[in-house]
T-cell receptor, first 115, second 111 residues
């Protein structure tokens, strides 16, 4: 299995500000993903973080709002830009384990509250 | 995205009873499904998976059933314990490592 650490675990942010969430994995992984989980809801894939190239965004998510970095095979960041209360969510980093498709491991999440 | 939904948003069961959590999916081309468990304040945890060439798969105290005819998935938990209280999500894999997650069912185990 992969151990995933996210920072911050939670934060309270002011409207209009930006926050960067970090994801550190204890082993090199090919595939890393960022998900959003709005209060009381399920998980929605934001983007695939690609090492050495631009992230691949899902419909409804854009780079200007959610810029992603993936400088190496163990680390990624997600920035939530120009936040509004609607961005209050849990943001989850996930990776595919050594077993391949399906072994999707998740971090504990970063719970953001935007005032 | 594709539609993956659950029939029941909440489920309460007595400790020791069996639990059944249901999930409907909409994409007949989906070939791989996973059940995740999410405890409060934690990330989702893999429970069990099943490929579309199977109808049933068993794990420790858990069984997943897949009915491709009606595009239905279920998770059965035997002898439910208080530690099973969590939100359960089904996830549908269409291609690569992209998954669409269902709405989630909150399971409460009554001691």
């Amino acid at each position: 299995s992969a151990v995933i650490s996210q920072k911050p675990s939670r934060d309270i942010c002011q409207r209009g500000t930006s926050l960067t969430i970090q994801c550190q994995v204890d082993s090199q992984v090919t595939m890393m993903f960022w998900y959003r989980q709005q209060p009381g809801q399920s998980l929605t894939l934001i983007a695939t973080a690609n090492q050495g190239s631009e992230a691949t965004y899902e419909s409804g998510f854009v780079i200007d709002k959610f810029p992603i970095s993936r400088p190496n095979l163990t680390f990624s960041t997600l920035t939530v830009s120009n936040m509004s209360p609607e961005d209050s969510s849990i943001y989850l980093c996930s990776v595919v384990g050594p077993g391949g498709v399906g072994e999707l491991f998740f971090g504990e999440g970063s719970r953001l509250t935007v005032l | 995205g594709e539609s993956v939904g659950l029939h029941l948003p909440t489920l309460s069961v007595q400790e020791g009873d069996n639990s059944i959590i249901n999930c409907a999916y909409s994409n007949s081309a989906s070939d791989y499904f996973i059940w995740y468990k999410q405890e409060s304040g934690k990330g989702p945890q893999f429970i069990i998976d099943i490929r579309s060439n199977m109808d049933k798969r068993q794990g420790q105290r858990v069984t997943v059933l897949l009915n491709k005819t009606v595009k239905h998935l279920s998770l059965q938990i035997a002898a439910t314990q208080p530690g099973d209280s969590a939100v359960y999500f089904c996830a549908e894999n269409i291609a690569g490592n992209q998954f669409y997650f269902g709405t989630g069912t909150s399971l409460t185990v009554i001691p």
